[in-house]
């Protein structure tokens, strides 16, 4: 997948959210906002990551016409997505790790200044 400019992993995070269920991208993003520690995403950017998945066949929508009112699309994880999730998780496992090495190596910077 491109590296558009809305983050990187985005999409793992939508991906991780269908698991929990099928649901609209405005459902999608408030879900998201409200349940992230650090949420870095906005409407435009989910509603892209969501037609990028759509056109990767990770995600498969469907019009709901059965409320009054425009139209919506539902989405939902696919077992493509869900292998894609998997790989995301292998990704994020190794991403963790140098993170926690830089935060160790940092730290012991910042002790050696402390104590000069």
Known sequence: MANPKYGRHLPAFILLFLTKGS??????????????????????????????????EAVIAQWDTSAKGAAKKCYTITDKGMMMLTEFRKELDQLKKNMEYFLSEFDKIEDREENQ
């Open 23 to 56: 649901t609209y991208g405005s459902a999608l993003l408030n879900r998201m906002k409200e349940e992230m520690p650090y949420n870095f995403s906005d409407g435009p950017a989910v509603y892209r990551a969501l037609n990028e998945l759509e056109k990767e």
